[in-house]
Structure formats: C-alpha cells, structure tokens
C-alpha cells in the first residue's frame, strides 16, 4: 500500500453560489483508505457529475442527503476497480459503481447506497452505467412513468432537458408514447433533444417566452412536468398546466446555491384549478423497482430507443471545471471525470 498516493478534492469550506475554486482544495499528496472487514477499495476509473451534490455542499441540514463536513473529501458517485477487498462477493479486478470520494482511491460498501458489481458487456460501455443506466436513469424513468404516470398521446413537458437526467426522462417518456417538449438554455442543446434524443420540440428559455411556446406547442396545456429546476420555470409552467395534471419534482437546481428562504411558486392556485398533483420524490426510495427499470433501459439502448451523451473531462485535478459544466448550463448529456484509463 505504500507505493500509492491518494489525491483527493476536500471540501475545505462551503461554496459561495457557483464558487467551488474557492471551497475545494486539490491535495496531491494523500493516504490511500483502508477498507474495513465489509469493505473493498476501490480505485476510481470515472467520477460521476451531479447537480444534486451542490447540495450536499451547502449546510442546509433540512435537504434529503445530511451536508458533507467542512474538512472532509467531496464524495459522489463512480466507476471503478476493486483493488482490495475484504468481503467474499469482491474479488481484485471486478469493475462496480458505488458512492466513493473524488479520490483516486475510495472505501465502500453497501452503506451509502449504491454499490453493485457491473456485468463485463462487450455493447455497453463502462460509463454508460452511469451515463444511462444507474441513478439518473432511473430516476428519469420513476419520474416520468411511476410519479409522472405519463400516458400515451399525453403532453410531458421536460426542465433542464438536455442534462444527464432530463434527457433520459424525455425519452422514457417517448417510448411510453407521450409527446415530449424539453427546456433548455441554448440552441445547441434544442437541436441536439430534436435531432438526436427524439424529442418532439424543445423551447430556449432564455431567448423565447416559456409561456407563449407553451401556449402555441401545448395548446391542451402540459399532462406532466418533470421539473429539475423549480424557481421560474416551474412558476411559468404551472400557468400552462392541463386539467388533472402531474408535477414531478425531481430536483431544484436554481434553489441549491441559496442560503435564504425561498419563494413558492405564484401560481400555486392552478393546483387547485387544474386538480393537479404535485409530488416530489428521490430515486431511492424506488430501489427495489431499479433491477428492473435498469434491464428496460438497457433493452431500450440496444434497440435504437435510448440514446446518452457523454462528456469526458480528462483527470482528477479538472474536475472542477467538469463540475462547472453542470451549472453554467454548458453540459449536454452526462458529465464524468475520467481519472484512469
Ligand atoms: N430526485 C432524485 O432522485 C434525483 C436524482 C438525480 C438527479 N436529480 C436532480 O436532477 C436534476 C438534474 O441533475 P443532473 O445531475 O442530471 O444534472 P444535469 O441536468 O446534467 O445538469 C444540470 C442542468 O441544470 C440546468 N441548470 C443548472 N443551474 C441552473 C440554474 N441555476 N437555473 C436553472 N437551470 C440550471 C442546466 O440546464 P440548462 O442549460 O438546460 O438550463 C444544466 O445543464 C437536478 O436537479 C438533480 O438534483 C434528482
């Protein structure tokens, strides 16, 4: 064990808005964990990007995940290779996706939630585990089709579309045979849900009128919104909503810098007149159901009925600037560290 060094992102204090340069520190120079009877050690192959993590940042301590500790390594999801195992179902070498730290060495077990072995298949891809199947496709797919309960010949209507998650939940939401209308913050990411994730349309919020497109693409109004951003954009939908309309509150993005109150949306009397539902929910707690939900999208992949993007940052010390792609809206697709070859 000697022979290894350890980098490590820490969390050294906690982010002003989007300033995480000055919160995490690079420390080049680490002891490598050791794994506990239970336990195997993990050597990161690719770091996973999630905006939810932002959360975990702030010291919000009414949030579904308890802050991280000032002091302590930033943690996330990844991909990588047991190199040392204390437990009889790991063996050196399996490849697995876990919670580790942005590390090159990480701990784990079972205890932080996700820690599955991955199956060696020649057409799917090791990041793709992360990129499409794993949390964000399932929480894409609970989203749209369990809280959702998005129907055929329905309107869905996606926030953050061309991310990791919402991608994937306008898809799902296509081949459950919906019509699917995305949000996002740039051309670019519309032509790319249009012409390449199938979307049906897909409105720029910053350089169109949200309810005005909405009035002309959804003149019904909107069956279900998967919302992974709040603020704004869930207020302007709501104005927009059809009669017995679903709201799935997936994340908050435009919230998880805020340290202050924040504000409900004003247009919260269309619950009422639209009887709608408006529910939000966490991708765990549909674990059971995720085996499943996994073997579909991988069906869906290998039939041509589920695509991902995916961008690669090259290297532990960058991923700062992989993470900042989450929240200056420049991602289409999943965003991953690749610490090793
Ligand atoms: N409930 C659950 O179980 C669960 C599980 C996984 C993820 N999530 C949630 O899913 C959402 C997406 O996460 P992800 O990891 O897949 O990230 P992502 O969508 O790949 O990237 C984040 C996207 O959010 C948008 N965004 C960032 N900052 C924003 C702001 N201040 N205001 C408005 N939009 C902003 C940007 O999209 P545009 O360029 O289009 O604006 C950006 O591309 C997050 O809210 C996350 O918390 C929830």
Redesign the pocket.
Known sequence: MTDRNNRQWILARRPDG?DFESALEFHETGEVPQPADGQVLVRADYL????????WMSPREDA?QPPLPVGTPMSGMMIGEVVETRRPDFAIGDKLRCFGQWADYSTADESAGLFEKLPVEDDIPLPAYLAMGG??G??AY??IANVGEAKPGETVLI?????????LAGQVAKNLGARVI?????DE?CRWLTETAGFDAAIN??THDVGEELKRLAPDGVDVFFD????D?LDTVMGQLAMYARIA?????????DDGKRPGPMNFDQVLMKRATIK??????WFSECEAIEATLKQWYRTGKLTYNLEVVDGLENTLKAYH???????????MVKVRD
């Open positions: 989007d996973s990007m999630d905006a939810g993590t932002r959360m579904y949390p964000n399932w929480t609970v989203g926030s953050a579309a061309a991310g990791a998650t919402g991608s995305g949000l996002t913050s740039r990411k919020y910053r992974n951003v709040g603020g954009i509150i997936c994340g908050l993005v435009a919230h998880y810098a939000g929910f966490f991708s765990p707690d792609r989450l929240f200056d809206g420049a991602n289409i697709g999943k965003v």
